[in-house]
Every structure is written in C-alpha cells, then in structure tokens.
C-alpha cells in the first residue's frame, strides 16, 4: 500500500481503441487492482485490471482534455485513460510503475489471494492432478520403462520433475552421463507413451556436441529408448530448430547430434524460430491489428510480415510430423530444441493432443498442461514475466501453444471436450499470478517457495466451473471414430485468433453466438425437463381438477422464466478482470439477474461469449 | 444439330478419377449430350455426373499412352481424370471443349431436364410481383402495381410489373425511362414497414454533358419523399467515374436539379475488375506452395475483401439512412443491374428479418436479381478458370452470396438457413439443371416460355428439398445434442396429456459437422464491416413460414396409439432460433396433425425468438477476418 499515493481519481474518461466513443468514470486503485467503475448508472461498467496483468503503462503528452494515460496488458487489453489533472495521472502512473514491477515473489498476488476456502478446500485442489496415475494411464511403468529416482533430490537436473521415467535398460551411470552431455543437463526421458504401438514420446535439451564430441554414456542412452521399442529399427530426433540455428549453435560447445556417432537414429530439423523471433513477430501483430480504420490490404500485409501465423503453422506442422512418426510407422520420437523447455514443450504437448483424445477432455488438457509444461520445467516465471526480469527472456510461448490447440478446435468442432474459453481462461492466469500453478520457473523452485502450501491451485478454480468451459459440439464417440487427429495447416485453415487478441475489444465481435444461445437453450431445457417431473407428479395424484391448476401454474411460471431468460440472456458473462471468485456474478450465471432489465432494443453482444464462437 | 455428331468416342472403361480429398474411383467414362458421367458400375459408390456446362476449362497432358484431362469447373472444383489410351483422350477431350461451349439457348439442359422428385408446386409462380405486392398493399396505400413494361418496350429488363407511386402515372414513367440508363425508371425496391420508408433503385439518369435534366423524372422519385424530408441517393461509384460517365451520355442528379436529395458517392468496382478479383482468389486458394506469406499476399492482391467490405459497407450505409435517418433512398450505379442490386438486396436482409429466411431469401434473389435483370447468362457464362478473354463476366452474384455469408457469421442466430443454403445457389448460378438462372432478364425467359419445351423450364428448385438440406445444419446439430426435440415432444404430448414418455427413448442422432476442408466454393473469409459506425438496425424477426422437419428416421417413440388431441397443445415460450413447424414424427405411433400445431404455434407467437438484434454490426475492421 506504501506506493499508492492517489487510491482514487473521478472523472476520467476510457476511450475506445477502434471508434470514438469514450466513458467517463472513476479510477480506483488497490493494492492489486486498478479498477475503472462507469458513472453511468443504467450500464454501469466495471474494468478491473490485476496489477501483474500490466505489461506496459505510457503517460503521453498533456493535451487540452487532460493527461493521456495507456495501460498495455499481457491478457491483449489496451486501455487508454484521460485524466483531468496531470499530478493526479503522474501519481497512478508512477504508483502503477512500481506495483507492476515485482521484485520478489513473495510480492505476487497468488500469495495474497484468498478465496474464501478452508484450507482442506484448497488441499483437495492441488491433489487434482496426478502425474504418477498420467503415467500409469499411458502404461509407464512397464516391461520396457520404469520410474527412475536419480532426480530424486535435483541433483542430476534442477529443472527437471523428481519422478522420471527412462528405459529399463538405461542404467544409473548411463543416466548421469548422458545428463552432463545435455545442456543444463536435460538428458531424455520419456514424456508420452503410445501405448498401442509401444513407441515413445522422449524430450531433452541439445547435446554438447561442439564440432566433434561425443559420449558413449549419451549414445547408449539412446539406444535404449530405441530397444525398448519391437516395432521399430530406429528412433527419430527431431531438432525443432532451424538448421542454421543448430549449427551456429555448435560454435558455443553445443550443437545436434551427429548421425555417424548415434546407431540406428533418423534426424530431422523442423524449423521452428526462437523465443526471440516469436516475440518480436506477436509484437508486429498486435502493432497490425491495434490500428485504427485498417483496411482489408493493409490488415493482410500486416499479417503476412509479422510472421505470426508462419510461425504456428511451423509448430502445427512439427507435431504432426512427430504424430506421423509415431502412430503411423510406430517409432519412437526424441524431441529437443536449444534447452528443451519451449519449443520441445509445445512439439510434445502438441503432438501428445493429436494422439491422444484423453488430453481433448478438461481434465485431460489440465494433466498435460501440468506434465509438459509446469513440470518439465518451462521457465513460466522469465517467460511471462512474473518478476521485474531480463526482457528478452519474456516470450509468448506458451500463448503459441494455447493458440494452436484453439487452431485445432476450429478444424475438429467435435473432437474438444472444453471451448475456447478455457483456453482464454487460461492465458488470462498465466498470466495473473492468483494461483500458484504457473509460478517460477520449475517445480524445485516451487517447492523452495511452499507453494502448494501457501497459494491456491488454478485447476480446482477451473473445475468448480467447468459447465462454462463445455463444448457443446462435443461428441463422445468422436475419440472412437477419430483417436488420432490428422488436421490441415493449409495456410487458409490458420485463422487469426481474434478472440484472443481482441478480447477485450467489444466492437470487433460477432453480435451473436451460437454457443450463447445453446447453453441458454440447455438451461431452459433443464428447466422444462423439472416442469415434467412436478407435472408427472401431479397427474399420479387422485384429484384431477387440481392437477389442471398446476398444470396451469407450471405454464404460467414457465412462461415467466422465459421472459426472464431473454433478459438474463443479456446478462455478462465474461471473464473480465482476472478477479476470479471475488466476483464470480460476472460470470453471468445462467440463473442470474432475472427481470432485472427490460430487454434492450439493441442488443451489444457482450464479448464473453461472443468470443467463444466465432 | 445432334449432340452424337459431337461425341467422338461416347465411352471409355479403365478411366480413373481423381478428385481432392475424396477417394479415387475407376471406372467407365460416359459422355452423353449434356453430362459427363464416371461410374464404376459397383454398388455404394458414387457416381460423378457432371454438366459440361459446368466445365470451365480443361487442361491435357500425356504420359506415354496414358493420357489425363484436368477438368476445371465453374463451380470451381477441379477434377482430374485419367484415360489409358492416347486417342481416345484426345476425343473425349475436343468433345468436351465444343459441348462444354454450347451457346445455343435451345440445346442447353434445363431443356431436357426430367425431375426425379415430385414437382409439388410450380416453382415459377412461387414468387409472382402481384404477390408480393399483396404484401405491401396490406400496409400502405401510396403504391400501384404499373403495366407500363406488359410487353418489355420501356425497359427491356423490366419486369412486366412494377411497383411505382400511386400519384405518378404512365405518361410520366415512360418519359422517366427515356431518361435513365437501359430505360430503368426509378421503381420499388424495399418499404421499410416501420417508418414507411422506401428504397428505390435506377439506372443512371443521361444528363450527357450539358446537363441535361428531366421533370418526369425529378416528378418521380420526388413524389416517394413525405413533405419537408430529404432523401439520400446513393451512387455505387465513385464521384470521378460518374463524372467520366457523362461524356458517354451518363451522369448523375446534380443538387441543383434535385435539391431534395442528398447524394452521396461510394466505390464498387466494375465487373471486370471483379472478375480479375475472383480469378486472383481461386488462383490464391489453389496454390500448392503451402507457404503461410504466399497466401497471405496473394490472398491480399487479389482484393476481393477489399471488394466484399465496400459493398457491405455501402449496404450498411443505405439500411443506416433508412432506418435511423427516416430516409428514402435512391440507389443506382451505371446500368443499376449489378452493383446496386448487390445493395438494395443486403440492404433488405439487413432491414428485413423476412428475408433472412430460406423462403424470403428465395424471394429476394427472385425480386432483386431475377425480376430486376440481373444478366445471369452474361455474367456466369465462365469463371475463374476460363482461358479465354472475358466478355461480360463477373462474380457480382457471388460477391452479393459472400456478403450475406459475412452477415450470416455475425448473425449466425438470425438467419433460417446455413452457408451450404449460399454454395447451392452459387453452383446453380453458373450451372444448372434448373431454368431458373437462364437468361439475361425476365423478358427473355419469357420468350423461351413459348418454345415448345418450355414447360421443362417451370421448374425451380423444390423448396421443399431444399428444407431438409439446409436448415441451418449446424446449429441443428448442437441443438439436437441437448435433446431439445425430445423435450419438446415430450412437453407437447404431456401438456395435451394422456401419456408420458419414458425419458430417454427418443434419439437423436449426431450428424457430422462439416469440417473444414480446401473447399473453396466458399471464400475463407470473415469480414466485418467498416470502421465509421455504421449499424444494422434492429428488427423483429418474424416467423419464418417454413417447415421444419426432424428427419424421418431419428425418432423413434415407443408407446402406440398415443393420440394427440386437436386444440389443446399449448407451448411454452421459449429462445428457440431454429424456426419450427410442421413436426414430423414417422409412422403411425403417433398423429400430431400438422397443421394444427404449425397454426397453433402461430397464433400463439410461441416457440419463437423474436431476435430483436440485429444490433450494431458495427464497425469492426478487416481484421475480424479469419480466412
């Protein structure tokens, strides 16, 4: 609270990024929030904005209507104040300066946040997930791989999970050396296994190869992974760098590995950029697409030169050719990149989704999440910039990742238990540090911090309302039809994610949405299924006349829940702010606010659910 | 002339087709005097039959003896065939090139067209003027139905019937069509029934250079506009074209002459930059090279977004002046048979819910497109495929079908049928079994009527199939994984009661949805219409006059004889966007006599949204694209 100066300041006006319509309001802000509450009384609307959701504030130059103050956020909201008094807008801007640059984790809102749950509540959510039983479900440990406990205590690799699963035959020694052969010692293990053809999904970092090292202990590891698997003579390496990257790499001690050294292996370079490339080109793409009155030609060019879609169909492309390699001809596949914390995530975690219909389920997806990416260690911390940090490790990668499975989506409506907005919902607490699923960079690290112990977990929050992240295409036989899925990435299959990117710009949303008006129709459905039963309980009842009357009644009051409905229909149901629980009546509950308010003879489809559908 | 003089070698065996996406199918090649037809003589596969009017070029090529025709077609498919044999290829390939080329009206197929179906009414008396303007009787009296055009002599692409201001007679349009461009006098297009408003649309009126300027006509389009009211008229072209058209005896209405109305100047390309457009496209949507910038770029100079935004803009503008200015609007382009029907006709499925119903969608083509000259045979006499140099084509129907595709993604709630309702109309516009499209005008379709065959041309596409097809499937599909028909039922039967269902006996089951593939009949795009505010007003949707029908076999109630009594079904109101009617529910368990419950449900205003929004389709940019 010691760097608030000015908790409060009226009278100032948001404007609209794509037209000219502006509101006027007051700003409040709080330890954890900057909140924007409308004057306006009939449309009262809220803006609540987390503090660690805060990329970038720019205080422009004093014009004659006040100060301009845009706020940039790591969820793609631009917000553009204009504050009256100069002092007051310098005194949030500076205060906002230093809220938004943490420097110690223990500063991070998940630390602070408090939902209302007991603590046996919030034990129960981090007991969610299970990676041990993922494994089990794959068939790990089996006759070819078992559980190591070499990282026992993360000596061998710090930021590896403790429970590590390597080929039977790969013994200790085989282990450590391989791991001091592999930069930050990422030697391979399994991440997937495809049970039915007993092939292996393996991930690790680039060998220390320099031009001309080798090591045995390295070199029989991957044999290993290559005997554990009957139905195939050899293993693929997948380098999902682009060759020259790899090469120039070798220059530094590190490099790929040499075909000559390693029997029985195929190696292959997919081509996906570095952090450093997808970085700049998302930047480009919201630069395209933030502008004002784009025309059709411009918007393509600028989508063609920030790169942004070449880059996804480059990683789309690259987990289905490690899909292929493994369903197809049964091999085992062996991902790595540089470190093997982004791109080999995104390949895995990708590639294991197209494999496997469990991970298209909610529960499925949050496992995989967890697996690839929370616990082998992808830097989630440097990445999304949890602290004040080095700003060329920040990266959209795991935004990429989100934005490819929406891809998927698009292409297999049936396929995906959950929609779109879970996917929203998750970048949105990637980025918020309220849970403590994505905090730091690896599980050692959240360990040291407690974080099971202290924070709450994201999974749990997810699950309490999982009705609003269903897919009502979904279809359960679909997995049976369609295990394993073979989409397109065609360049006109790849669309723009506008509900990602725009998500917070009402204008630019379809006015209306299937996927509203069906889980409208679900719930009006539900309650007709109820009218039924009363009704059928009636009619057992010996006296007829009364019956009627219910009978009556129930249409009476049906018809008042209809009526009700069409208002409540217009009720919020967004995901805005990243309050969370707090206030969870935004989420709009299909129950909520009925009669409130006639119905409006325009209609502004509220992006919540706008968003889901198009 | 014989078609079998044409046909060099009718038959070849051995013939193998290939086709994107689909399996191969070997088999014998046929070609007889209107179709090309591969089949492989085996039960359950399927057979290609295809037009050669739908043939839009063919390319050769030769391995040894095996030779392979690559078939491009209007509809833009592209198929390949192979054929074992050099000279037979040779034949089969110089027979499709002359018949593919046909221009004799008299040979062409909607001529020798046979219906499978039972022709339950007759599609040309479907959408007759009188009737329509039965409608617009109804609801004002400042109109008249006008003979004037009974044999095509003022304006050739008029209709016999047109609807004119009720104070204006005769005289006074003859002498307005000798001022407009092609005789296209200022007529009816929409009356907005909520404020009383109207649309008209023109030619362009000849002031030629010196400006020359008409009383009748100014006497015309002045007696639609109330006392004290300005009207706006809308030019689909640019100032500096409708400038340049004066000195080819064209022009526009200067202030001066018709200080009543506003003018306001918008840019729709010509046809043949349209035509460059839609070629440019489909070459972006076939390339092989897989590169995300090559088809960005090209996807980018082939401009057809650019066109798609204009056009809807435009419309955006002329509903926005209609119903929140209280306006009359006048729009015209040069000839007023292509772009400004692209206009007045978004501009109604903006303003009018009935439109944006498989019925009224038909009735708007037939109106606005049909009965208002549009040049179908001129304009869709090739495609993107055709080597050779266009004449007077271009895709303006199919740029009008793209833009009610761009409102039906942002209103997917709004509209009764789905996108596949839009590809069916795209394909019969360039190639037909049907009459419909034939011709450039109604006064020529009217002459073929008296050629002795004509009675094969009465037909139109059976409305009744085509509900079954394209209800909107999709959002069928999502509804029906919630049961909602079964509910419904069970609902009805239990209100009007007697009997109860057991719960879950009634299935339903999960049609595919359509995933997407390289299927570019339909243009991947997603536009959303310009910056500056513009929105669609809202409207009340109103009932949809169609039938629904859940397909036969779906639903199976146990429990016969249950009876459902004539007048007791009451319906709960409810937000459903799939308009009903007409349950049909198999065999002889159960009688709900439709009409009944279709009336019922009518009268009572149930079962339906009234979709009050068609809200602000505002104004997002050319970025809410996704291809």
Known sequence: MEHIRTPKVEQVRLLDRFSNKSASGTLHLTATHLIFVESNADAAQEIWILHHHIGSVEKLSLTTSGCPLVIQCRNFRVVHFVVQRERDCHDIYSSLLRLLRPVSYEELYAFSYNPKQNEQQREEGWQLIDLGAEFERMGVPCDQWQLTDVNRNYKICETYPRDLYVPITASKPIIVGSSKFRSKGRFPVLTYFYQEKKAAVCRCSQPLSGFSARCLEDESMLQAISKANHNSRFVYVMDTRPKLNAMANRAAGKGYENEDNYSNIRFQFVGIENIHVMRTSLQKLLEVVGTRSLSVNDYLLGLESSGWLRHVKAVLDAAIFLTKAVTVEGASVLVHCSDGWDRTAQVCSLGALLMDPYYRTINGFMVLIEKDWISFGHKFADRCDQLDGDPKEVSPVFTQFLECVWQLTEQFPQAFEFNEWLLLQIHEHVHSCQYGNFLANNQRQREELQLKDRTHSLWAFLLSEGQNYLNPAFCHTYAETHPVLEPSTLPCHLKFWRNMYHQFDRSMHPRQSVLKNVLTLKESNRQLEDTIMKLEAVTLSPSHPLSLALLKEAQHQEEVGEEAKKCCSDTERTVEGSSGSERKESYGDLQGTYGAKVEPAVVSLEFGVARMTC | ?627
């Open chain 2, 1 to 627: 002339m014989e078609f079998a003089e044409l046909i060099k070698t009718p038959r070849v065996d051995g013939v193998v087709l290939r086709r994107p996406f689909l399996p191969t199918v070997e088999g014998t090649l046929c070609l007889t005097g209107h179709h090309l037809i591969l089949s492989s003589r085996q039960d359950n596969t399927e057979e290609l039959w295809l037009l050669h009017a739908n043939i839009d070029a063919i390319e050769k090529r030769f391995v040894g003896s095996l030779g392979t025709i690559i078939v491009k077609c209007k509809d833009l498919r592209v198929i390949q065939l192979d054929i074992p044999g050099m000279e037979e290829c040779l034949n089969i390939a110089s027979s499709i090139e002359v018949l593919s080329t046909l221009d004799s009206v008299s040979l062409m197929y909607p001529l020798f067209y046979r219906p499978m179906f039972q022709v339950i009414e007759d599609g040309w008396k479907s959408f007759l003027p009188e009737d329509a303007f039965k409608d617009l009787e109804s609801m004002t009296e400042e109109w008249r139905l006008s003979d004037v055009n009974k044999d095509y002599s003022v304006c050739s692409s008029y209709p016999p019937l047109v609807a004119v201001p009720k104070d204006v007679d005769d005289d006074t349009l003859r002498k307005a069509a000798a001022f407009r461009h092609g005789g296209r006098f200022p007529v009816l297009s929409y009356y907005h029934k909520k404020n009383g408003m109207v649309m008209m649309r023109s030619g362009q009126p000849l002031t030629g250079t010196n400006g020359r300027r008409c009383k009748e006509d100014e006497k015309l389009i002045n007696a639609t506009l109330r006392a004290g009211k300005r009207g706006y008229i809308i030019d689909t072209r640019t100032v500096s074209v409708a400038q340049q058209a004066k000195a080819r005896g064209g022009g526009f209405e200067s202030e001066a002459n018709y200080p009543q109305w506003r003018r306001i100047h918008k840019a729709i390309e010509r046809s043949s930059i349209l035509q460059e457009s839609l070629i440019k496209l489909v070459e972006a949507c076939n390339d092989q090279s897989h590169s995300m910038d090559r088809w960005l770029s090209k996807l980018e100079a082939s401009n057809w977004q650019t066109h798609v935004k204009e056009i809807l803009t435009t419309a955006c503008l002329a509903a926005q002046c209609i119903d929140r200015e209280g306006a009359s609007v006048l729009v015209h382009g040069t000839e007023g048979t292509d772009s400004t029907l692209q206009v007045t006709s978004l501009a109604q499925i903006i303003l009018d819910p009935a439109c944006r119903t498989i019925q009224g969608f038909q009735a708007l083509v037939e109106r606005e497109w049909l009965q208002a000259g549009h040049p179908f045979q001129q304009r869709c006499s090739q495609s993107a495929y055709s080597n050779s140099k266009p004449r007077c084509e271009a895709p303006v129907f199919l740029l009008f079908l793209d833009c009610v595709w761009q409102i039906l993604r942002q209103f997917p709630c709004s509209f009764q049928f789905s996108q596949h309702f839009l590809v069916l109309l795209f394909e019969h516009t360039y190639a037909s079994q049907f009459g419909t499209f034939m011709g450039n005008s109604a006064s020529e379709r009217s002459v073929r009527e008296l050629h002795p065959e004509s009675h094969t041309l009465c037909l139109v596409m059976d409305i009744h199939c085509l509900q079954k097809v394209f209800i909107h499937l999709d959002l069928f599909h999502i509804l029906s994984c919630y049961s909602l028909n079964s509910t419904w039922i069970k609902y009805i039967l239990f209100l009007t009661h007697q009997h109860t269902i057991p719960h879950n006996d009634i299935t339903i089951p999960h049609n595919d949805i359509t995933i997407p593939h390289n299927d570019i009949t339909i243009p991947h795009n997603d536009i959303t219409i310009p910056h500056n505010d513009i929105t669609i007003p809202h409207n009340d949707i109103t009932i949809p006059h169609n039938d629904i029908t859940i397909p036969h076999n779906d639903i199976t109630i146990p429990h016969h004889d249950i009876t459902v009594p004539h007048n007791d079904i009451t319906v709960p109101h409810n937000d459903i966007t799939i308009p009903h009617n007409d349950i049909t529910i198999p065999h002889n368990d159960i009688t709900i006599p439709h009409n009944d419950i279709t009336n019922q449900i009518k009268s009572n205003q149930i079962l339906f949204v009234t979709y009050t929004w068609l809200a602000d389709v505002n104004a997002s940019v050319a970025k809410c694209l996704c291809f």
